[in-house]
């Protein structure tokens, strides 16, 4: 209790501030010119996103190049962290081995669910990512509820339940390549038409048979998408190796 009671003090504090300052702030009663630019230009206008989602339109429009490098920072972190468990073709192998005592992952009780939520996720995340230039999401949010799913399938089956059905280590990555070779070719395509980097409108078409898809927003968040699922079910899959597994893949005894 006692670890508890600075916790609750600040909590407290924040709280009071919040109540304190809230009913003394003016309240917004015009729209800022800022915002009212990003508004119209991230729909209406002939060179917009034609994105009702201002947001997705500013990140992959306006912060075009900003955000490619926020990306690229994550994707330094994964590669980082692959790296650092980077095993050789033998030791991919021996991690690939059932241990003996291996009883085969949860009950059949949560098995059974699992399948059910996996399902759901699949196509929530899919909705996330390819409805992210209409509502709130994108790529990065939906790959990332993407990467729950073979998350579930470890913790109820085991990481060699995805790896006997053909998603292991190495086709985790390749989707990741695939997804950040489709980001790169999207923001170089503009420079063939004599537009800018990651340009949108209007080299990208803003509808296809009459749906809108916002110009090249909706290749970033499907890109975006495959890259983070892929690359963060690649880590998960190294880190559920077992121990046991590892140290005698690292040479070090109990």
């Known amino acids: 209790m006692k670890k508890l009671i600075p ?30 630019f990003y508004l119209k230009n991230s729909y209406f206008g002939e060179y917009s996103a034609k994105s009702p989602e201002v947001v997705t339109s500013i990140l992959w429009d306006y912060r075009g190049v ?9 994707f330094l972190a994964i590669i980082g962290s692959l790296t650092v468990f980077r095993l050789n073709k033998k030791e991919e192998r021996l991690a690939k081995q059932k241990p003996k005592e291996f009883t085969g992952g949860l009950t ?5 669910v699992t399948k059910i939520i996996v399902v759901m996720i699949l196509a929530v995340s899919a909705s996330i990512a390819l409805h992210g230039h209409l509502t709130p999401g994108g790529g990065f949010q939906g790959g990332s509820a ?4 073979p998350l579930l399938i470890i913790a109820a089956y085991s990481k060699y339940a995805l790896e006997e059905h053909g998603l292991d280590k190495t086709r985790a990555l390749i989707l990741r390549s695939i997804g950040l ?37 909706i290749y970033y968040n499907l890109f975006e998408f495959l890259a983070v699922g892929g690359g963060f079910t690649a880590v998960f899959l190294l880190l559920a190796i077992p121990e046991k597994v590892f140290k005698e893949i690292l040479g070090v005894g109990e």
Do not use: C, W
């Not at 916790?7 to 109540?19: D, K, N, R, W, Y």
């Not at 059949?108 to 059974?112: D, I, M, R």
């Not at 170089?188 to 809108?212: S, Y």
């Open 146 to 149: 993407l990467a729950v799913a």
């Open 66 to 74: 900003d955000t490619f490098f926020e990306t690229s920072v994550f």
């Open 108 to 112: 059949l009780v949560v098995k059974s």
């Open 181 to 217: 070779l489709g980001i790169a070719l999207v923001a170089l395509v503009p420079l063939l038409t004599g537009g800018f980097i990651m340009q949108n409108q209007p080299i990208f078409p803003a509808e296809i048979k009459g749906q809108l898809v916002s110009g090249s927003l």
């Open 7 to 36: 916790l609750i003090v600040i909590l407290l504090t924040i709280f009071g501030l919040a109540h304190y300052i809230a009913p003394k702030l003016p309240p917004q009663t015009e729209l800022r010119p800022l915002g009212e």
